[in-house]
């Protein structure tokens, strides 16, 4: 089989195109034949590099991936050939509170990911893909997809007619958005993009902001909310951290996901958040058991990711360099088969 290699952390040209077996599933397992995967933002600092030398080489890259089952190996029942897969983020955090344990094996991560055209799975790390979605669609759902789902529902416990803050369009955020309109939630969006703007009001955003113009944009969102948000999205990090305080309401939270925004500023507004307070909920992912609750919902409010583009198997870098221009609107796709 095809897929893509990382010996080492040396970027984009780094990844290369080469032939392994085609995996065997042992007992319990299954083999998958990948359609399509998606990439997150960590996939393109594993690539460059942001891991450090806690990385493991050589390394299949990328966590998300969809298919079809081509093969189970003995024991397996739940699933058959034909069927139509997602695999999760975590193969060990099949269900309750995260540990270590649960946690070590993370797919394009500490162990080998989906960019190649067969993998082979645990069979109770695997969830059906809903009917309505395409592989691509399906991919973009173990990693993005779940954790917004942990920061809006399951962790944030965002209610009808609350508001929720989400940051710029990138893949999490948008689901972000998506996920808290599903639960009856106002939701400000913010973007360093007009254009970018236009389509998160056709998403259902119900208030905009350009967070380049407003440089304080904490405190223009705590105006539009009224009272501030009661559920920030914060995939900026430290870098946004002290305008996300700003925007948060009094005994709201934030759901601390990303790093995008860089370094913290030189001091950070945390006596502001104690006073106010405001929760800081890190969310890493989620469970199976999650990916399956996710799966559900968006099964049944025929939910559709937001995948703005699909490259071909052979144009996998120039998907990554794309990503890596942040010209993207939600997720970048990678068609497999
Ligand atoms: N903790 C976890 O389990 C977990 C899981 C998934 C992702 N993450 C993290 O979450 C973050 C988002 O991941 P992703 O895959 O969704 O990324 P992504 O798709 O690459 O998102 C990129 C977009 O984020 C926006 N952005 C960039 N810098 C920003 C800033 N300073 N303020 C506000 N928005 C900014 C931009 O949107 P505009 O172009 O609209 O401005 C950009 O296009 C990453 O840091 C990733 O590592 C963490």
Redesign the pocket.
Known sequence: MKCYELQGPSGIDGLTLVERPVPVPGAGEVLVRLNAATL???DL?IVKGGYGSRQKFPLVPVSDGAGLVEAVGPGVRAFAPGDRVIGSFFEGWLSGEPSEAKMRAALGGAVDGVLAEYRVFPAEALVRTPEHLSDSEAAALP??GL?AWSAVVKLGGVKPGQTVLT???????LFALQFAKMSGARVIA????DA?IERLKSLGADLTLN?KLTADWGKKVRELSGRGVDLVVE???V??LNESIRATRIGGTIAF?????GPPPAELRIPLMVMQQQRLQG???GSVEDLQAMVDAITVNRMKPVVDRTFSFDQAKEAFSY?AS?A?FGKVAIAIG
Do not use: D, E, P
């Not at 913010?190 to 993009?193: I, L, N, P, Y």
């Open positions: 997150n933002y960590r600092l990693c993005a954790t940051q710029g369009t990138g893949g999490v955020s913010t973007s360093s993009s970018k967070y995939v900026g990090g870098g946004t996901i990303g790093v995008l925004a969310v890493t992912v990503m942040g993207h």
